[in-house]
């Protein structure tokens, strides 16, 4: 339960919105407008702005539906974050109601609309089940995304299967953990924080569903670096390469550094770490520092100009994260899909393409490449990996896990009965590519 105020959560909801509309991303904007937050603050803060992203199509459309003209844009600022949290907390209307009320008395801009905000936040109260009915008969309302998107993904996936994807992104995400095996296992952390009444189920080798999310100040040993907040089809990067005491390994997107880490928790390697994006790249020394582990080289570049940085010597493996459109990891990152544009995606793969060809020649006779995107786009996926086989005789696509496809797209999933994989119950939506190089 958060101990911040739902009337300040909301406020700062506004806030964050306001700064969207400026053009600022998500993720930019929450940073901006929490930049004074204590922890808690800034979770609410996330939790309000995650949730509006979410429901913002459908928030907009009740809003025309309520209001015969269009409000000020502090007053429909307001009603557009407060409508999407009645959607997705319908239990909780009453608080909600009343304190977005008082809200907008406190506001000099919305003080005189607050009768009328009053008025529209009962009303949907009132004609709930009617108006969502309406409003999901439209297919992008429903799934909270851009038409050609939602094509895009039935292209891609098949109908149902995008169907059922686009739905979880509606949903609040799960909260995932990594076990840093050098201090716990999964298996050990669930039993000892059972005792403090969390609830938390090992999935996978190292993975941990959190069965409510919380702030990560408030997890048992995050500060001490016991466990990071990494998704559970992410972790399979370094369990698919399965490094080896001794190996020299570069790991070449590498910012914020959880795929990075996950390599050093698993084996004493060697392991350099490339980042273009100078503030990312630092997040990268603070989550190994936090975990206690130590890349021997963290440098901020462009891993494709290989002239500026390599000093000749052959990886026994490459990790290549690519830039991608992110296809796969909307629930975490809800604005993706309004961000991007259709033109995006073989610009990236255009990217892709030419790290794929700089770092191949630094990976050893006999060593491997991995190849991960957060996208289930095939441009960005499985025929991203053909045309590389295509050019390129001396490399070969090994099997990730027996039975398996050897390209490997992840749909988003949260199955927890699910007996019959290798794979983690719950999991974002990734493509997976091991190719191994031979004489
Ligand atoms: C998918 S994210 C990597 C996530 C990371 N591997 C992890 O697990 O925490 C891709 C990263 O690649 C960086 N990037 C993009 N192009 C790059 C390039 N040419 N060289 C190095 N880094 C690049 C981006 O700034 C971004 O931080």
């Not at 050897?406 to 009965?417: D, G, I």
Request: proline share 5%; glycine share 6%; with cysteine.
């Amino acid at each position: 339960m958060s101990s911040v105020a739902l009337s300040r959560s909301i406020a700062l909801g506004i806030d964050v919105r306001t700064q969207m509309q400026a053009g600022a991303s998500l993720e930019k904007a929450l940073d901006i407008v929490c930049r004074g937050c204590n922890p808690e603050e800034k979770a609410a803060a996330q939790s309000v702005t995650y949730t509006a992203t979410r429901h913002c199509m459908a928030a907009e459309f009740l809003l025309r539906k309520l209001a015969s003209r269009s409000p000020s844009e502090p007053v429909k600022a307001l009603l557009l974050v407060v409508l999407s949290l009645l959607i997705e907390e319908p239990e909780k209307s009453y608080a909600i109601v009343n304190e977005a009320v008082c809200l907008a008395k406190s506001h000099k801009q919305t003080l005189s609309a607050s009768g009328f905000i009053n008025a529209c936040l009962r009303r949907f109260g009132r004609e709930r089940e009617t108006l969502l009915k309406l409003a999901y008969k439209d297919k992008a309302v429903r799934l909270n995304a851009p038409m050609w998107w939602i094509n895009k993904m039935s292209k891609t996936l098949g109908e149902q299967t995008a169907q059922t994807m686009l739905e979880l992104q509606r949903r609040r995400p799960p909260m995932i953990l990594r076990a840093n095996r050098r201090k716990t296992t999964n298996e050990q952390w669930c039993r000892e924080v059972a005792e403090q009444g969390i609830d938390a189920t090992p999935i996978g080798a190292d993975g941990i569903l959190l069965s409510s999310p919380m702030p990560v100040d408030r997890l048992p040993g995050f500060r001490s670096g016991i466990v990071s907040v990494q998704d559970a089809g992410a972790q399979l990067a370094a369990q698919i390469l399965a490094p080896k005491n001794g190996e020299r390994i570069l790991d070449a997107c590498a910012a914020p550094g959880g795929k990075t880490a996950h390599l050093l928790e698993l084996a004493d390697v060697e392991v350099t770490a490339l980042e273009k994006d100078p503030i990312r790249a630092k997040r990268i020394n603070d989550n190994l520092s936090r975990l206690g582990l130590n890349a021997q080289n963290v440098v901020t570049t462009d891993a494709g100009q290989t002239d500026a940085w390599w000093d000749g010597k052959p990886f026994d493996s490459v990790l290549l994260d690519a830039p991608c459109t992110a296809s796969g990891i909307v629930r975490r990152h809800p604005d993706i899909v309004f961000s991007r544009r259709p033109e995006d995606i073989n610009a990236l793969a255009l990217q892709q393409k030419n790290l794929l060809d700089a770092l191949w020649p630094l990976v050893k006779v006999g060593g491997k490449l991995l190849y991960v995107v957060c996208s289930v786009f095939e441009e960005e996926g499985s025929q991203q990996i053909k045309s590389f086989l295509d050019r390129h005789a001396d490399a070969e696509q090994l099997e990730i896990y027996p039975g398996l496809p050897a390209s490997l797209t992840l749909v988003p999933t949260e199955n927890m009965e699910r007996q019959d994989s290798p794979l983690p119950a719950v999991h974002d939506g990734f493509f997976y590519a091991l190719l191994v190089k031979h004489s």
